[in-house]
């Protein structure tokens, strides 16, 4: 069974690694506006925020500042299924924003 998971992941890690590669950076501003759609019910999508509306949902902001936070690693998480949230099925552009929207709330 540990050997069928390890080989969905290395399947999503590729996935998402071509994905990231083979196209541009994501826009920030239309990430922005499909959190607004999509994910502010749950998450707060405001930088500097605190809490999310859902206490369980980590805000934008922590998942940003997540040491080793990366394109890479929300790419792969994006594909995930999660038990706690429900599963969008979002286009490759749209995903590619929404992380552009994340990271750029990184931190510096």
């Known amino acids: 069974m540990e050997k069928v998971r390890l080989i969905c992941f290395a399947m999503a890690l ?24 999509v994910c502010a019910e749950c998450h707060s999508i405001e930088s500097g925020m605190k809490f999310s509306p859902n206490f369980l949902a980590p805000t934008f902001q922590d998942i940003a500042d997540t040491p080793g936070m990366s394109g890479l690693a929300l790419s792969v998480w994006s594909i995930t299924p999660h038990k706690t949230m429900p599963n969008f099925a979002f286009s490759q552009e749209e995903r590619a924003d929404i992380i552009a929207y994340i990271l750029s709330m990184k931190s510096k």
């Open 14 to 37: 590729s996935t998402a690694a071509s994905t990231v590669f083979a196209q541009e950076r994501g826009s920030e501003a239309d990430g922005y506006l499909l959190a607004q759609e």
